[in-house]
């Protein structure tokens, strides 16, 4: 793997939302090197719109934050989330 290259990124996804995914988007596979059940790989660049993957990153985001103990998730809330 080439460290220059940034063409994929890991997200977290509801089970049933990343299979519809890698059913309508061949950019989005399971997660690298990740939990297949709940992380998806979405690479960019391919037939997947930025303004979709943009919506992905804040649904992954907001999963993640939701899951930490409250005191831990009050450190990471972004107001526009």
């Not at 090197?33 to 037939?47: L, P, R, T």
């Amino acid at each position: 793997m080439n460290i220059e290259v940034f063409d994929f990124c890991d997200l977290k996804s509801a089970p049933d939302v990343s299979a519809d995914l890698q059913a309508e988007y061949e950019a989005v596979k399971p997660g690298y090197h990740m939990n297949h059940k709940h992380w998806i790989s979405v690479y960019f660049n391919q037939d997947i719109p930025d303004k979709r993957i943009f919506e992905l990153i804040d649904d992954a985001y907001q999963r993640v934050l939701d899951s930490l103990p409250k005191r831990e998730r009050e450190k990471y809330k972004v107001s526009n989330i």
